[in-house]
DNA sequence: ACTTCAATAT
DNA sequence: CATATTGAAG
């Protein structure tokens, strides 16, 4: 109930105190003539700020930048705390400076203490600043490779693949319409638009590259097919011509790799499944089209698979697809009784990620970026910036927007 | 523990 | 080709 007040509010007496910017409090203090005015001014400030930090400490992660910031004016102050105090060779206070804490830490600092020159300040600052930098842009690029850790925690022998599975991340978009989706659905999917948008992953942002594997800067060409993993008697389905190619190329990824572990892992894997493919909604935007055109009902997976005219893509794939396809336009037939009026928003199949059941839903369809909702009223009328349906070859109409045709599914979670 | 999806098996 | 089962991923 009662206001609870910061030890900033005791503080902020003077008006002129408050700065807008750190530069404006440097300015400030500059118009100070006396020392300790200027040194308790100096105090008191840089006694916030490190009481922000502390407040802030527990969100490092999440307010990385925050913290960046908070720190170098920490650390700008504390220099120029010193070139006050070094100056005038006034002690003063010094006592009075309990506070100094995690940012004393910085190498930086000490550094100054002993070697102290006035002249360095601003390559002082500057070697600060890039160091916090450099910390958050690891971390950031830590981050970006867990993303790869994370696959390769799950499965180290199945390394290579991985491999692979990122190179298709990276390039995707562009050069072929599908592919695009990674096996992130719901929470990755902030990569995926990360990795199709940007030409060049942030990777590069180096000041200093760790040691952690670095990725080759560029791959063109890659393949989007199945993976040359799948061996086994996959060997139907490869009259694609172009296909070819691909397989060449994967090919080349491996050097980084060690020999041990890729040839040992390589062995057992011989089992292993074959790499899903992924449905991205262009290409499952084709597989719809492709099964209109057969006429929905007695389209066969050879046929649609023809239509599609995507290399790589094998019937087994088709008819997986067909079957949840399938299954998904079934659901629910008489579950509400004869009440049809549900509906289109349940009718429209997005890949799954967009199935949330919050209950908000129709309202504000803006509300995500990627809002796929665009109802089915004659043809795409949506034409919603981010589909931006690569209108590409799609040589035939696209006519309708994608969707699982059925009418009924169950809005909102099933009750269990 | 639960669901969904795609790959395989039948 | 249709359906069922399996295995992986979230």
Not at 28 to 43: A, E, G, M, R, Y
Not at 44 to 57: G, Y
Not at 148 to 174: I, Y
Not at 394 to 416: A, F, L, P, Q, T
Request: glycine letters at 6%.
């Amino acid at each position: 109930m009662g206001c609870v007040v910061p030890a900033e509010l005791s503080l902020d007496l003077r008006p002129t105190f408050v700065p807008k910017t750190i530069a404006n409090f440097l300015f400030h203090l500059s118009t100070i003539q006396t020392t300790s005015d200027k040194l308790s001014k100096l105090h008191d400030f840089l006694s916030r700020l490190e009481d922000e930090l502390n407040k802030i400490d527990a969100f490092k992660r999440e307010l990385p930048l925050s913290m960046l910031l908070l720190n170098d004016a920490i650390l700008v102050l504390k220099e120029e705390l010193e070139k006050c105090t070094s100056k005038n060779s006034v002690p003063v206070l010094e006592e009075f400076i309990p506070l100094k804490k995690e940012i004393d830490q910085s190498e930086e600092n000490k550094n100054n203490d002993r070697d102290k020159n006035n002249n360095n300040e601003c390559s002082k600052d500057k070697k600060n600043w890039m160091s916090s930098v450099q910390l958050w842009n690891n971390n950031t690029t830590t981050s970006n490779n867990n993303v790869s850790d994370h696959h390769h925690h799950h499965k180290l022998n199945k390394l290579e693949t991985t491999k692979k599975r990122e190179e298709g991340q990276s390039v995707t978009v562009a050069e072929d319409l599908f592919q695009s989706c990674s096996s992130n659905r719901n929470g990755g999917s902030a990569f995926m638009p990360f990795s199709a948008y940007s030409s060049v992953p942030v990777t590069t942002v180096t000041l200093s590259a760790p040691k952690e594997e670095k990725e080759e800067p560029v791959r063109n060409r890659l393949s989007f097919l199945t993976p040359e993993v799948k061996s086994l008697r996959e060997g139907f389905g490869s009259r694609g011509s172009r296909s070819s190619s691909n397989r060449a190329v994967s090919s080349s990824s491996p050097p980084t790799v060690q020999p041990s572990l890729r040839a040992a892992p390589l062995q057992p894997q011989q089992t292993s499944r074959k790499q899903r493919r992924c449905w991205s909604p262009e290409l499952h935007r084709r597989f719809v089209n492709a099964l209109q055109k057969l006429g929905g009902s007695q389209a066969t997976p050879k046929q649609i698979r023809e239509l599609m005219q995507v290399d790589g893509l094998t019937n087994d794939e088709v008819k997986s697809h067909l079957q949840k396809y399938r299954l998904h336009t079934r659901r629910v037939p008489a579950a509400s009784g004869t009440d049809q009026s549900v509906v289109v928003l349940g009718g429209l199949w997005m890949p799954q990620e967009h199935y949330n059941d919050s209950s908000k839903g129709s309202s504000t369809a803006s509300g995500s970026p990627q809002s796929p909702l665009h109802l089915a009223t004659g043809s795409r009328g949506g034409t919603s910036p981010t589909e931006g349906d690569s209108m590409e070859d799609d040589d035939d109409e696209k006519s309708e927007s994608y969707s699982w045709k059925s009418h009924i599914h169950r809005h909102g979670k099933v009750g269990v």
